[in-house]
Structures are given as structure tokens and as C-alpha cells.
């Protein structure tokens, strides 16, 4: 039986086309999967789009009107971090585009997560065949599957997930305490009004996308795709399919099959549409996973030579894309220097002095002290007047304690029994580890 089973064996690799799996002993190119390290950066990606905000990192505070970098308030006049971050985010992303073509969309994207995540049900559900497909074709229901109750899950586990990702972008707009309060339906002054009324427009869309658009969009309708697809030239990463052994697929599609945006990836030179998701270079190396080579799709810079020259080619087609990025290099650097120099002049607390207005009061001598605190947690300051003896002037408090993100002030009073002139004095704010003097011309009539 051992040597009819061999004689078989032996037989059958004889009549297999070229590159079929003939062999018992997997290479070690087979044993690549890009689909579980896919998943797990999708995973990292959703936690980091909630991490991001929730620590502080990067948030807008709508309620001053300011964004959140690091934890601190910055204004508009916080010029230079301003400008840095957004020039060092922009050429990390010129960069990231132009070396990995559109493997955000395929490994990071929010909504490829979710249509795929949606696909998945629908196919746990109603049946293998039942997707929403591209090109608009009903999905295909499973007889044995085609029951109310599946149909009723399909639409809460649907409804519920996109309950849970609408909350998502609050996080980009109100601490997680606010957010919190939110989600819990308790009475916050810091939630605006009308959010719960927004709260169900983002359900209702995010609801419709998965349900009926999914990869639709990604394939026809997103821009962003299309700007990321501005920057890729040839040495771009992208999946080459090896003609010289295409024997090997003439009656198979499971590439074609497996594919999430249903393109052909053996035709990638005619359809750009591909996301570098690598589902398609898993199906190739699975059906060839017994075979002595590796399968025919794989990733890969630039046009692919002999497997001699693969690391020549390798080599020459990142120094064609650092040459081509060097200014791009250049103004990331720039932006980085801007963003660090914004950093390190940054003010935590901003002090304005100004003429108070009272109603109804001629020859007003009062100033007003306007504390402004850009951090998210509250302290101590203190202040003081230097310049005038203390019997000129009253001073409101000398010690202010100031809210996370708040602002305070303090009346200054001037004494009209000073000589006529011009009385030049200071208003002194200090913090622990900051310190600021705002000088003054007060004159005497």
C-alpha cells in the first residue's frame, strides 16, 4: 500500500503544471501570513484612534476653541507648533505614500475594518455567498440560513457596532470623563446641547455604510484614496504576480475570490485599486503551501528581475525613492524643528493686563488680570505689582488657583492720589517652574 501510495503520489506530481503543489516539504517563503499581522494592527490602529485623543496626545477642545497637542492648550498664536506638527505629519505621509502605495487603506483604514468586519456576519449569518457585493448583485442567502432570527442578529450586531464607533470621535472632542457622562445619559455642562441629535446622525450614517456601501467607497468613491494614489510611481510597494509560471493558475481563482475589493490581482498593471491588504498573496501561498516554491503573488518594490538581482534591485529602488524624497525629507526635518522649537518656547499660562470697564465710573483707574491656564490640570499662582508702593494700589488676590483649561482674573486698583505723569509699573505672574512681566504705563491725571 506504502508503494502504490508513493507511485501515486509520484504520478500525480509528474501530471501537475508546473508550481502546483507537489511537494510535502513547505518553503519558507509559504509559511509568510499577512493576514493575522493584518488583523493585529487593525486592532493596534482602532485602540490607538481612541488612546490618541483620551491621553491627551491629540484632541480639539471645542469649548476654547483650541487643539490639544501633548496635553497642552495651543492657540493659534502658538505658531510654530502649530506649523511644525502639521509639516512633519504631512511629509511622514508623502513619504509613507510614495515607499507603501495604499497599505493605510488595507492595514489601517477604519472603514475597510468595518466593511470587512461586516462582511464576516453577514457571511457567519446568512451564508457564505451572502455579501453586499461592489457591483450592486443581491447577496446570495443560504437556504438553511434565511431565517428571521439571522436576519434580525445581522441587523443589531450591525446597529450595535455602529452605536460603539459613533462614540469614537466624541473622544477627538471631550475628555473621557465628558465622554463618559455622555454614554451614560448623565447631565454634563460641558456637552453641548444638540449632541445627543448628532450622536444619532453619525450612528445612522456609520449604520448605512456598513449595511448597503462598504467597499464600495473604498474602490470608487474615496478621495483620499485617490490623493494617496498621486504619489506612487514603479518602485512603490505593490503585489507582482509571476507570469512565467502562470500555467499554475489557469483554472484557479482563489486569489480573485479572496480578495476584499474584488479586483483582480494578477492584473494589478491595469486596476490600481488594489490596498496592499495581502489577502490575495495568503490565498496564492495556501494553495501552494506543499509545493517546492513559494506562490505566484508576493510584495515587492519596483520591477522584479531575477531572484539573483532581487537585492540589488532592492537596494537601487530605495535609493530611487530616497532621491526622489529628498525634499520631502528636507521639509519633514524643518516641520520637526518647528514642532520641537514650538515645544520648547510653549507658555503654560498666558497673562493679559488691560483697562477694566465699570459702568457708570469716569476716570477709571482699575486694570483687570486675565489669567488664561493651557494645561489640563489645575494649579497654584501668584501675583504681584512691582513699580508702585503698596499704598497706591489694591490688588484683588495675590494667590489665584486656577482650573484645568481655565481662566481667572484679578482686579487691580491704581490710587487717583498719585502724582500727575506717567507711573511705569509690572504685573508679575508666577507658577512653579514659569514666570512672566507684564509691564505697564499707567498715567496720572
Not at 456576519?121 to 448583485?137: F, N, P, Q, W, Y
Not at 443581491?138 to 434580525?152: G, H, S
Not at 505566484?296 to 522584479?304: A, C, P, T, Y
Request: hydrophobic share 45%; charged share 15%.
Amino acid at each position: 500500500m506504502q508503494v502504490a501510495h508513493l507511485t501515486t503520489a509520484a504520478a500525480t506530481a509528474s501530471a501537475a503544471p508546473e508550481g502546483f503543489p507537489t511537494s510535502p516539504n513547505p518553503t519558507v517563503a509559504n509559511s509568510i501570513r499577512y493576514h493575522g499581522r493584518r488583523r493585529l494592527v487593525q486592532a493596534i490602529s482602532f485602540a490607538l484612534a481612541i488612546l490618541v485623543p483620551a491621553t491627551g496626545l491629540f484632541r480639539i477642545d471645542p469649548s476654547a476653541g483650541a487643539l490639544v497637542v501633548l496635553d497642552r492648550q495651543i492657540w493659534f498664536s502658538d505658531f510654530f507648533l502649530l506649523a511644525g506638527l502639521w509639516i512633519m505629519l504631512a511629509s511622514a505621509l508623502v513619504i509613507l505614500y510614495s515607499a507603501a502605495g495604499t497599505v493605510f487603506c488595507g492595514w489601517v483604514c477604519p472603514q475597510n475594518i468595518m466593511s470587512e468586519w461586516a462582511n464576516f456576519m453577514t457571511r457567519k449569518l446568512l451564508g457564505r455567498r451572502a455579501k453586499v457585493e461592489i457591483d450592486g448583485s443581491a447577496p446570495i442567502v443560504a437556504v438553511t440560513k434565511n431565517k428571521a432570527l439571522n436576519w434580525i442578529l445581522l441587523g443589531l450586531s450591525l446597529l450595535a457596532a455602529s452605536m460603539v464607533v459613533a462614540v469614537v470621535p466624541l473622544f477627538y472632542f471631550y475628555a473621557p470623563a465628558t465622554v463618559w457622562s455622555f454614554v451614560t445619559w448623565r447631565a454634563d455642562a460641558r456637552l453641548a446641547g444638540s449632541l445627543h441629535y448628532i450622536y444619532f446622525v453619525f450612528v445612522l450614517i456609520i449604520l448605512l455604510d456598513v449595511a448597503f456601501i462598504r467597499h464600495f467607497w473604498c474602490r470608487f468613491a474615496c478621495v483620499y484614496r485617490v490623493w494617496q494614489h498621486s504619489f506612487r510611481t514603479r518602485e512603490t510597494l505593490h503585489v507582482r504576480y509571476d507570469a512565467s509560471r502562470a500555467a499554475s493558475c489557469d483554472k484557479c481563482s482563489y486569489c480573485v475570490s479572496s480578495c476584499i475589493i474584488e479586483i483582480d490581482p494578477r492584473k494589478t498593471a491595469v486596476y490600481d485599486s488594489c490596498i496592499n491588504c495581502g489577502e490575495c498573496v495568503d490565498a496564492c501561498n495556501r494553495m501552494h503551501h506543499k509545493s517546492g516554491k513559494p506562490g505566484l503573488l508576493s510584495f515587492e518594490f519596483g520591477e522584479r528581475q531575477g531572484q539573483k538581482e532581487a537585492r540589488s534591485r532592492f537596494r537601487d529602488n530605495a535609493a530611487s525613492l530616497a532621491a526622489r524624497s529628498k525634499w520631502v525629507l528636507a521639509l519633514g526635518v524643518f516641520g520637526a524643528c518647528l514642532f520641537f522649537w514650538g515645544l520648547r518656547t510653549w507658555e503654560p499660562l498666558h497673562v493679559v493686563v488691560y483697562r477694566a470697564e465699570v459702568q457708570h465710573q469716569s476716570g477709571n483707574l482699575d486694570y483687570r488680570i486675565a489669567i488664561s491656564n493651557k494645561l489640563y490640570h489645575a494649579r497654584q499662582v501668584l501675583v504681584r505689582v512691582t513699580g508702585l508702593d503698596t499704598a497706591d494700589y489694591r490688588l484683588g488676590a495675590t494667590q489665584v488657583s486656577m482650573p484645568a483649561a481655565g481662566h481667572e482674573s484679578v482686579l487691580l486698583s491704581v490710587s487717583d492720589k498719585l502724582p500727575h505723569g506717567v507711573h511705569p509699573f509690572a504685573v508679575e505672574v508666577t507658577a512653579p517652574g514659569w514666570h512672566v512681566r507684564f509691564p505697564i504705563l499707567h498715567l496720572s491725571e
